[in-house]
């Protein structure tokens, strides 16, 4: 211990006490020091069992020891089936910078102990204005009835090693915490159901009508329209390639004014030559391909309407079809057909993009359940290999148990064989015990307190020996039909006197 504040124990287990007394009418009571003045602190739990302080401010409460303060540990009564405890304790008080270490044991007989005489005066308290007194306990053992030592089961079936125990690995827990450089936590929420003011589940009508949601559909729509408008503007980039293939005369030379009256082809040429130039520096932006697209549906058109003209005009001047004479080049028939049939795949691609959106959608679906499924047959495989491991623990943990039990079976059946060997020895012990302790009662009821009347009293209520008399309260007094008051505080008072003589004397 060496005077610390704090200490770790290796061995054996340590719990704390603190008593802090600052209200005013106990500290007025402690700076008057009156004699035979006792003041008891609230109980406290400590391994199992219950205890509490007491404090003499100026000597014992039978009158001895005057101008000595005694700070006594005090326990209720020992945990059941518990026949002893062992255990080193350090009583400290704090503002005078006061420290007694001791060891002692507690049995059914004996459950207090004070520190010794001349550790602190009277007057070194008399003008203090509160008092902290800690109290440090190391359990060393713990016999069961049959006075063996059961300290590691005792403290594995009590709640505060049960939670020393957590609060170890909670401090673990936390010292790994600080020596990480960075903490990345990561929460996953699943919705399962979202219920209105009737209490209806309208989760799906809550995710379609949610921000999320909706910019989520947008988005896609507008990839859908992108790819379209994408796949749409290709297919006339083919188709004005081919138109600008047609276009070009076959000797490769430009085309003449007089071969072309309305200046179709030439404008067309130029027109698709230019666009042929913008698309081949930049093909990957999406936008550039959208405004062309524009452009080039605006061309088209224009040219269509330019085509309509010139067959209107060759219809009117000759009547019948379109006269090679009078288009040298091919370029209003071919331009014409070409029209018609890029009219025709345009309308069959956009059926065939409809079905592929609908079979894309049916795939997305497909996947999504796929998913699903595949998230439940992890989940079930981590669930059985969970019951395994489970089970395997318990299979070991009930083979400890096997042999916990064989061990114990042996140390009690050697107990017992003990005890039968010395089984006439201890009665004959026993009864000669026995008259005894009925011997001390009365003597103490005659001699000590004067009252040896209520003796018969005593003996049929079961008082047949001193450590129980030790542990008479008033109300078992009452009980037992001691109603004069002034019996039940003689009484009473020398119980006191006894049980804090032998205690002192035991510190």
Excluded at 182 to 196: A, E, H, N, R
Excluded at 324 to 334: H, M, Q, S, W
Excluded at 388 to 416: H, I, S
Aim: charged letters at 25%.
């Amino acid at each position: 211990w060496s005077g610390a504040k704090n200490v770790i124990m290796l061995q054996h287990p340590t719990e704390s006490y603190t008593w802090k007394i600052t209200d005013n009418e106990t500290i007025h009571r402690l700076n008057q020091i009156t004699p035979n003045d006792v003041i008891d602190s609230l109980m406290f739990n400590m391994f199992g069992a219950r205890w509490y302080l007491r404090i003499f401010p100026n000597g014992l409460s039978n009158g001895s020891h005057s101008g000595h303060v005694f700070v006594c540990i005090c326990l209720t009564d020992l945990p059941p089936n518990r026949s002893a405890f062992h255990f080193e304790y350090k009583l400290e008080l704090k503002e005078t910078n006061t420290v007694f270490i001791a060891n002692t044991k507690f049995k059914a007989d004996y459950l207090n102990v004070a520190w010794k005489r001349d550790i602190l005066y009277s007057r070194d308290i008399c003008k203090l204005q509160q008092l902290t007194i800690t109290l440090t306990i190391q359990l060393k053992s713990v016999y069961d009835k049959r006075g063996i030592n059961v300290i590691t089961e005792y403290l594995l079936s009590s709640p505060s090693s049960q939670r020393h125990e957590q609060n170890k690995k909670n401090i673990k827990q936390t010292r790994d915490i600080c020596k990480l450089q960075q903490l990345t936590i990561t929460l996953t929420i699943q919705l399962k159901s979202v219920y209105d003011k009737r209490g209806i589940n309208v989760i799906t009508e809550y995710l379609l009508s949610s921000p999320s949601s909706q910019r989520h559909e947008q988005n896609k729509k507008n990839i859908k329209q992108r790819k379209k408008r994408k796949k749409s503007t290709l297919r006339r980039h083919n188709s004005l390639t081919a138109l600008l293939g047609m276009l070009t005369p076959k000797n490769g030379n430009d085309i003449d004014a007089n071969d072309d009256p309305f200046g179709v082809a030439a404008a067309a040429q130029k027109h698709v030559q230019t666009h042929m130039e913008e698309m081949s520096d930049d093909e990957d932006k999406l936008d550039e391909l959208e405004q062309m697209m524009e452009s080039m549906t605006s061309t088209v058109s224009s040219l269509s309407e330019t085509l309509k003209g010139l067959e209107e005009t060759l219809n009117a001047k000759h009547g019948n079809d379109i006269d090679a004479n009078d288009d040298p080049f091919g370029v209003a028939a071919a331009a014409q057909k070409h029209v018609q049939t890029h009219m025709e795949e345009m309308s069959d691609d956009e059926d065939k993009l409809d079905e592929l959106e609908q079979m894309m959608e049916s795939m997305t679906s497909t996947v999504s359940s796929l998913s699903e499924t595949l998230k439940g047959l992890e989940e079930t495989l981590k669930k059985k290999q969970l019951d395994a491991l489970f089970v395997a623990a318990a299979k070991q943990n009930q083979y400890q148990l096997v042999v916990q039990e064989v061990d114990d079976m042996k140390t009690m059946l050697n107990t017992l064989q003990r005890e039968q060997r010395n089984g006439r020895k201890e009665e004959n012990e026993v009864e000669v015990d026995g008259r005894e302790q009925l011997q001390r009662v009365k003597e103490w009821l005659v001699m000590k307190v004067g009252l040896g009347q209520y003796y018969e009293v005593f003996v049929e209520n079961g008082f047949v020996s001193m450590p129980l008399v030790k542990r008479i309260t008033k109300v078992e007094l009452v009980e037992m039909g001691v109603h004069s008051a002034a019996h039940q505080m003689l009484m009473l008072q020398r119980v006191e006197e006894m049980k804090w003589g032998q205690g002192n004397g035991g510190g």
